[in-house]
């Protein structure tokens, strides 16, 4: 599995966590998951996990919004790859979520996810 390609995942629901990483698992990706925009955002800048996307919830709790996250991650490194994940902020999608990204609504299907990340990696190829 170490040529799978990673994608930070970022869901604060730990059963939704696992579900998504089985998922990801499942369609030939490897997850690192985080359950804050602090923690994703900590880990992007490192650089040490090698991720090519990004897969966040935009709900994350009291911390940054998984908007917000991606916008910060997209300073640093436009273009990156943004899969948002939400089952109530799908309507701010168009004002909130970056260019050029998706978003899938929970409760999802598990090859709409893998599908999702699949598109915009090939996409980015």
Not at 7 to 23: G, R, Y
Not at 88 to 95: E, L, N, R
């Amino acid at each position: 599995m170490s040529n799978a390609v990673r994608v930070l995942v970022v869901e604060d629901e730990a059963l939704i966590c696992s579900f998504v990483e089985d998922v990801l698992s499942g369609g030939g990706f490897e997850a690192c998951s985080v359950h804050t925009g602090e923690a994703a955002l900590s880990t992007f800048r490192d650089g040490r996990e090698g991720c090519r996307a990004l897969l966040t919830d935009v709900n994350l709790g009291d911390g940054i919004s998984g908007w917000e996250l991606a916008r910060q991650i997209r300073e640093i490194t436009p273009g990156f790859p943004v899969v948002y994940m939400t089952s109530a902020s799908a309507p701010d999608w168009k004002s909130q979520g970056v260019d050029g990204s998706l978003l899938i609504e929970k409760p999802f299907a598990p090859a709409q996810l893998a599908a999702a990340v699949s598109q915009l990696l090939d996409t980015r190829a």
